[in-house]
């Protein structure tokens, strides 16, 4: 996700159609493509991530940025990488063709010679004309496209890896609201026509992010039948607009061709566009819940593997979903459903059914263990309102995922005993259950009797100690790390609040 620019970006488009007539002719796909994110407080083991990947079909992975325990253990795996370069080092690689060099030569070519992995784009940058950095990235962005792509031809990987930059679509818009109107924003016009004719003058692509959960979020006007890809044989949204001859029945694809539209206008309709990111979360949010992201995850896997893409462009590009799975270490600026995008819990257990190619349903991660059974709860004894409980939670949710406690979350709907017990396990089980963790000056006991309560669940954290672990994996040394930070953090705890 790129920031908060997205929710508002987005909520404008996109009720809308356009007049442009094409038979589909759909080519069915068995692949999938997934976003896998690494800031979680565990962080799923990269061998059996990996091994989650290959179980469900998923042949391609993009990488935020160069993870060097996710990269080791997509060696040989058969899987196809995108990896990302972050926004912080757009300025040094644009300054530098020696810094690009030096990237692609520590981040790309280590990874492909050394360790056998099948990087074939490079993400430079991630939605970096966002409105919400009032231009920070604009001027740096192409020259540093430029020297990355100068570095993996120097390299020898010019014919292998190729150029990429993952945009959010508030770089285009339709002032008529039809997608044939569409064009890129104003001020930014020139640098897109420049950036895509790079792109495609050396065989790289466009890469765009679409959230039609965003648009809901956004706007509660937004119609959300309009969110959804209708179901086979259903009757359109009413939201749907026709438009000529096109009756655009989903945000989705309305939103996908008012950017195919604009390339088109400016003589760039050859460049291949394929979707970055795109998901529902499952928390956070009065809409993000198991149901909508399942019922919105289905219909895009159900377009994924009909090969089933948008009138204007009728072949369905290569989708990275997001996300393979929760991050509950992520920053919860845009919304606190921004740790819960993933297809999979954070442990790798499946959310929800899902069907794949052939109707073969998602199948969750193997070889996962756990710490013990137990969770850290409000003492029977103790009181919900003593002074004291406030801070103690404040401090346990700093250090931990309280997330779903919002309103309309999973857990929204626990009284005051049941939020302050929550705030207090998720502590626990961040601190990896270490002696202490479960002590908040006695108003706290550790139970063997599970307390999750309805759509409520109380987890049990991973053990990343104990995996069957291939070596490749640096979760458990992040683990370790994490632990030490929160032993620390409980220390000032007792002595500051208590």
Same mark, same amino acid.
């Given at each position: 996700?790129g920031s908060c620019a997205a929710l508002r970006a987005l909520a404008v488009l996109?009720?809308?159609?356009?007049?442009?007539?094409?038979? +589909?002719?759909?080519?069915?796909?068995?692949?999938?493509a997934a976003n896998w994110g690494t800031r979680a407080i565990r962080p799923l083991?990269?061998?059996?991530?990996?091994?989650?990947?290959?179980?469900?079909?998923?042949?391609?992975?993009?990488?935020?940025?160069?993870?060097?325990?996710?990269?080791?253990?997509?060696?040989?795996?058969?899987?196809?990488?995108?990896?990302?370069?972050?926004?912080?080092?757009? &300025?040094?690689?644009?300054?530098?063709?020696?810094?690009?060099?030096?990237?692609?030569?520590?981040?790309?070519?280590?990874?492909?010679?050394?360790?056998?992995?099948?990087?074939?784009?490079?993400?430079?940058?991630?939605?970096?004309?966002?409105?919400?950095?009032?231009?920070?990235?604009?001027?740096?962005?192409?020259?540093?496209?430029?020297?990355?792509?100068?570095?993996?031809?120097?390299?020898?990987?010019?014919?292998?890896?190729?150029?990429?930059?993952?945009?959010?679509?508030?770089?285009?818009?339709?002032?008529?609201?039809?997608?044939?109107?569409?064009?890129?924003?104003?001020?930014i016009q020139g640098l897109m026509v420049s950036l895509v004719r790079f792109l495609?003058?050396?065989?790289?692509?466009?890469?765009?992010?679409?959230?039609? +959960?965003?648009?809901?979020?956004?706007?509660?006007?937004?119609?959300?039948?309009?969110?959804?890809?209708?179901?086979?044989?259903?009757?359109?949204?009413?939201?749907?607009?026709?438009?000529?001859?096109?009756?655009?029945?989903?945000?989705?694809?309305?939103?996908?061709?008012?950017?195919?539209?604009?390339?088109?206008?400016? &003589?760039?309709?050859?460049?291949?566009?394929?979707?970055?990111?795109?998901?529902?979360?499952?928390?956070?949010?009065?809409?993000?819940?198991?149901?909508?992201?399942?019922?919105?995850?289905?219909?895009?896997?159900?377009?994924?593997?009909?090969?089933?893409?948008?009138?204007?462009?009728?072949?369905?590009?290569?989708?990275?979903?997001?996300?393979?799975?929760?991050?509950?270490?992520?920053?919860?600026?845009?919304?606190?459903?921004?740790?819960?995008?993933?297809?999979?819990?954070?442990?790798?257990?499946?959310?929800?059914?899902?069907?794949?190619?052939?109707?073969?349903?998602?199948?969750?991660?193997?070889?996962?263990?756990?710490?013990?059974?137990?969770?850290?709860?409000?003492?029977?004894?103790?009181?919900?309102?003593?002074?004291?409980?406030?801070?103690?939670?404040?401090?346990?949710?700093?250090?931990?995922?309280?997330?779903?406690?919002?309103?309309?979350?999973?857990?929204?709907?626990?009284?005051?005993? &049941?939020?302050?017990?929550?705030?207090?396990?998720?502590?626990?089980?961040?601190?990896?259950?270490?002696?202490?963790?479960?002590?908040?000056?006695?108003?706290?006991?550790?139970?063997?009797?599970?307390?999750?309560? &309805?759509?409520?669940?109380?987890?049990?954290?991973?053990?990343?100690?104990?995996?069957?672990?291939?070596?490749?994996?640096?979760?458990?040394?992040?683990?370790?790390?994490?632990?030490?930070?929160?032993?620390?953090?409980?220390?000032?705890?007792?002595?500051?609040?208590?």
């Amino acid at each position: 996700m790129g920031s908060c620019a997205a929710l508002r970006a987005l909520a404008v488009l996109w009720w809308v159609a356009a007049a442009y007539p094409v038979v +589909f002719r759909a080519r069915p796909v068995e692949a999938l493509a997934a976003n896998w994110g690494t800031r979680a407080i565990r962080p799923l083991p990269g061998d059996i991530t990996v091994r989650l990947l290959r179980d469900n079909g998923f042949d391609k992975v993009k990488l935020f940025e160069a993870d060097p325990p996710a990269l080791r253990a997509l060696g040989h795996s058969g899987i196809q990488v995108m990896v990302g370069l972050p926004n912080d080092l757009l &300025g040094p690689v644009a300054a530098s063709v020696n810094a690009a060099e030096q990237w692609v030569l520590q981040n790309v070519s280590t990874y492909v010679s050394k360790y056998g992995v099948d990087i074939r784009y490079v993400a430079v940058g991630n939605e970096p004309f966002l409105k919400s950095y009032k231009g920070k990235f604009e001027a740096a962005t192409l020259p540093a496209v430029q020297n990355v792509q100068a570095a993996l031809v120097k390299a020898g990987l010019g014919r292998q890896v190729h150029v990429t930059v993952p945009l959010n679509a508030d770089v285009y818009e339709s002032l008529d609201g039809r997608p044939s109107s569409g064009d890129f924003r104003p001020d930014i016009q020139g640098l897109m026509v420049s950036l895509v004719r790079f792109l495609l003058d050396n065989g790289g692509v466009l890469t765009i992010n679409i959230y039609p +959960f965003l648009s809901l979020y956004a706007d509660p006007n937004f119609p959300m039948d309009y969110a959804f890809f209708p179901a086979p044989g259903a009757a359109p949204s009413q939201a749907s607009v026709q438009d000529g001859s096109v009756l655009y029945t989903n945000v989705f694809d309305a939103n996908y061709d008012t950017l195919i539209a604009a390339l088109e206008k400016h &003589g760039l309709g050859a460049i291949p566009v394929i979707v970055g990111e795109i998901g529902w979360p499952t928390d956070g949010d009065k809409n993000a819940n198991v149901a909508n992201a399942q019922r919105f995850n289905q219909g895009l896997f159900d377009r994924i593997v009909a090969g089933k893409g948008s009138p204007r462009r009728p072949q369905m590009p290569d989708v990275y979903v997001f996300a393979l799975l929760d991050e509950d270490n992520k920053s919860v600026d845009p919304g606190n459903f921004e740790r819960h995008w993933g297809v999979f819990n954070s442990d790798g257990s499946a959310k929800y059914p899902l069907r794949l190619a052939n109707g073969r349903p998602i199948v969750p991660a193997k070889g996962v263990r756990y710490l013990s059974k137990q969770w850290c709860v409000l003492r029977p004894d103790a009181s919900p309102t003593d002074p004291a409980i406030t801070g103690a939670v404040e401090y346990a949710c700093q250090y931990s995922d309280c997330t779903s406690l919002g309103p309309g979350s999973s857990c929204g709907n626990l009284d005051a005993r &049941g939020n302050v017990s929550y705030a207090f396990n998720q502590f626990f089980q961040a601190a990896n259950q270490m002696k202490g963790s479960c002590n908040f000056n006695n108003l706290s006991v550790i139970t063997t009797t599970d307390p999750s309560q &309805g759509t409520c669940r109380f987890k049990i954290q991973i053990d990343t100690g104990k995996h069957e672990l291939t070596g490749k994996s640096g979760a458990g040394r992040a683990a370790a790390a994490w632990s030490t930070v929160l032993a620390a953090g409980f220390a000032g705890l007792v002595t500051a609040v208590w």
